[in-house]
Antibody
Framework: QITLKESGPALVKPTQTLTLTCTFS??????????VGWIRQPPGKALEWLAL???????RYSSSLKNRLTIRKDTSRNQVVLTMTNMDPVDTASYYC????????????WGQGTLVTVSS | DIVMTQSPDSLAVSLGERATINCKSS????????????LVWYQQKPGQPPKVLIY???TRESGVPDRFSGSGSGTDFTLTISSLQAEDVAVYYC?????????FGGGTKVEIK
């Protein structure tokens, strides 16, 4: 069974750096064709893809946020970590991680998400 | 970036009636080498993460009721719920996976009339 779970602070202050961790099980990020992505969703708004870490260590970022994002993996702990710098109240959102596979290209399954509020 | 535009933003449909959601991409999602459209439809119920309904534009995910169907090719796609049930109340999103950056539509909220 494949599961993913997001963790991180519920509240961050403006200008701070957000660090989120996706802990997964049921698959290996070393397996050919596998990736872990991050997607966010402001309250009541649409989904927005942020970043993707591929099995071959390649990384892709949202065009609009690439200067603020870093994605990396911690193989020893089956985790993918996303950092976002210079947080702003508009970054308040539920942040999801999800499994991605090259044989498809969609995200499935998703974690339950973690709500991050940016406020002073 | 490929822009995904969904319409309508919301719709209210009577139980048992048809619901139709449209998704338009700013460039073709049809990959000529395999004749597949790189588009997926998700369903998101309140308080839950999105769930895959349809991939390759028209292939129903295992376990998804057959009242859900996807159609279209190139830049214009449609998700149809043939006979709306109460449990179908949700927001529906399309997403292209033709090329990064991966992009989502703005979502369509489906409610009961």
């Amino acid at each position: 069974q494949i599961t993913l779970k997001e963790s991180g602070p519920a509240l961050v202050k403006p200008t701070q750096t957000l660090t989120l961790t996706c802990t997964f099980s049921g698959f290996s990020l070393s397996t050919n064709g596998v990736g872990v992505g991050w997607i966010r969703q402001p309250p009541g708004k649409a989904l927005e893809w942020l970043a993707l870490f591929y099995w071959n260590e390649d990384k892709r970022y949202s065009s609009s946020l690439k200067n603020r994002l870093t994605i990396r993996k911690d193989t020893s702990r089956n985790q993918v970590v996303l950092t976002m710098t210079n947080m702003d109240p508009v970054d308040t959102a539920s942040y999801y991680c999800a499994l991605w596979r090259t044989e498809g290209g969609w995200f499935d399954p998703w974690g339950q998400g973690t709500l991050v509020t940016v406020s002073s | 970036d490929i822009v995904m535009t969904q319409s309508p933003d919301s719709l209210a449909v009577s139980l048992g009636e048809r619901a139709t959601i449209n998704c338009k991409s700013s460039q073709s999602l049809l990959y000529s080498s395999n004749n597949k459209n790189y588009l997926v439809w998700y369903q998101q119920k309140p308080g839950q993460p999105p769930k895959v309904l349809i991939y390759w534009a028209s292939t129903r995910e295992s376990g998804v009721p057959d009242r859900f169907s996807g159609s279209g090719s190139g830049t214009d796609f449609t998700l149809t719920i043939s006979s709306l049930q109460a449990e179908d109340v949700a927001v529906y999103y399309c997403q292209q996976y033709y090329s990064p950056p991966l992009t989502f539509g703005g979502g369509t909220k489906v409610e009961i009339k």
